[in-house]
């Protein structure tokens, strides 16, 4: 099966997983505010965005694509501070389609934050937000940055990427969906 992987990153951290996945699984990558080939030709999709301010960065690409993702096996990766949970679904269902999340095998990557890179306004977001959340680790990562980049956790995104380009067919069937999944997490 053929596929590809989509991304958008807003200072970085998405960009340099997607390039890392690439490069592990010969997939070609494309920047989705750059243009991109057809999606339609593809048998599965890897799609990264990051999280900024509790929302997808991404989510109006995916909204217009959604036809055409359909169907299809989806690849999500999802980068921020957070860590997988009820607190990142939740952001990521205020975002997304219900059809594309419940459709999709999501893979949440920690990212970075560095404060000096960020505009004016958004440091003081970030300060307010790290001053009122109530997990005070997480609340001084938010006011003072954090880089939990981590090359080898991107390993379940490509092991899920191999076994679809191994698939014989290009759409799978719901018990080998199943299956996907219980090996992914």
């Known amino acids: 099966m053929e596929g590809a992987i989509f991304y958008t990153t807003k200072y970085g951290s998405t960009g340099d997983y997607a390039g890392w996945i690439g490069d592990a699984t010969g997939l070609p990558v ?42 299809k096996p989806v ?15 939740r952001w990521i269902a205020t975002s997304l389609p219900r059809e594309l999340i419940d459709g ?6 920690f990212g970075r934050q560095v404060p000096k890179t960020l505009t004016w306004f958004e440091r003081i977001l970030l300060i307010i937000a790290g001053l009122f959340n ?19 956790s991107i390993q379940p995104v490509v092991d899920m990427i191999e076994t ?15 299956a996907l999944q219980g090996r992914a997490l």
């Open 30 to 71: 494309f920047d989705i505010n750059h243009g991109h080939g057809s999606i339609e030709a593809l048998d599965f999709i890897v799609i990264g965005c990051p999280i900024y301010f509790h929302r997808v960065l991404g989510e109006a690409w995916i909204r217009r694509h959604l036809a055409e993702l359909h169907g």
């Open 134 to 152: 109530p997990d005070r680790k997480a609340g001084r990562e938010e006011m003072q940055g954090f880089d939990f980049m981590d090359k080898t």
């Open 104 to 109: 999709a095998d999501h893979f949440a990557l």
């Open 75 to 89: 690849v999500l990766f999802t980068v921020s501070g957070a860590p997988a949970g009820p607190k990142l679904d």
């Open 164 to 178: 679809l380009k191994a698939r014989d067919g290009p759409r799978s069937r719901p018990d080998e969906r199943q």
